[in-house]
């Protein structure tokens, strides 16, 4: 070609937009919601979820990655997400949350990134075990926290008796 007519030229970058990019790159007229809306959205999103992608990833069987494995998945998540920079320009669901650990190398290998319980062979049952056995660890590291032994005996600091 010898000379670039506009149409073309602009069809073709349209086409390569949305083949990047997986969808149409957005129009002129379109705006980026405001990013303290954003944020907000974005860490109500990772508060209720990351706890939950944790019991997930145990009820499938597989090794926690560190950013769920600690006792705030949620501050693991936003940190990890905060420095890719993927949490100031639109609102993120579950699935892009999920996607953005496996590009990150936060989801466990060979585990679809996804939330999909049928691709992973789950139920919600299978996820209420996982959280009932949490539950239940808890309790039990609270109880030995304010429990003291006298005489090989265990009680209670709380109501002096044996727990």
């Known amino acids: 070609m010898d000379t670039a007519d506009i149409g073309p ?3 073709h970058l349209e086409e390569e937009l949305t083949r990047e990019l997986g969808r149409p790159a957005p129009r002129a007229s379109e705006r980026l919601p405001a990013l303290d809306q954003v944020r907000r959205a974005n860490l109500r999103t990772i508060t209720d979820l990351a706890a939950d992608l944790a019991i997930l990833v145990k009820a499938a069987r597989r090794p926690l990655p560190p950013t769920l494995a600690g006792a705030e998945p949620d501050a693991e998540v936003m940190a990890r997400l905060e420095a890719a920079g993927a949490l100031d ?3 993120l669901a579950a699935a892009d949350v999920v996607a953005w650990l ?6 466990p ?3 679809p990134p996804t939330t999909d319980l049928d691709r992973h062979g789950l139920t ?6 996982v959280r009932n056995a949490a539950e239940h660890a808890r309790h039990e590291r609270e109880r030995r926290r ?3 032994s ?3 005996r265990a009680f209670d600091v709380y109501d002096g ?3």
């Open 102 to 107: 496996a590009v990150l190398g936060q989801w």
């Open 109 to 111: 290998a060979g585990m």
């Open 150 to 152: 006298v005489g090989g």
């Open 9 to 11: 030229l602009e069809r």
């Open 124 to 129: 919600e049952s299978d996820l209420d075990r």
């Open 161 to 163: 008796e044996p727990p």
């Open 146 to 148: 304010r429990s003291i």
């Open 89 to 91: 320009f639109r609102p």
